[in-house]
């Protein structure tokens, strides 16, 4: 079981702040975070620490 808790937080991570960029960017409209440029900041930083954390929950899982 070694690994796959930075494999899922890391992997809701990446899809939370893929959500959250394309919503920052206006591509998606309907919602309060829509075309605000502040979650597209906060969504790319999100992606980036869910990637860190899909490669710490691969690392755990070789050894």
Do not use: H, N, Q
């Not at 990446?14 to 959250?20: F, H, M, N, S």
């Not at 409209?29 to 605000?36: A, I, L, Q, R």
């Not at 980036?48 to 755990?60: D, H, I, K, Y």
């Amino acid at each position: 079981m070694r690994g796959w808790f930075r494999l899922t937080v890391g992997l809701v991570a990446v899809v939370v702040g893929a959500l959250w960029t394309v919503l920052g960017l206006g591509y998606v409209e309907g919602s309060v975070m829509s075309d605000e440029r502040i979650w597209a900041v906060v969504g790319s930083a999100l992606v980036l620490v869910g990637l860190v954390a899909l490669w710490l929950g691969m690392r755990a899982r070789r050894r």
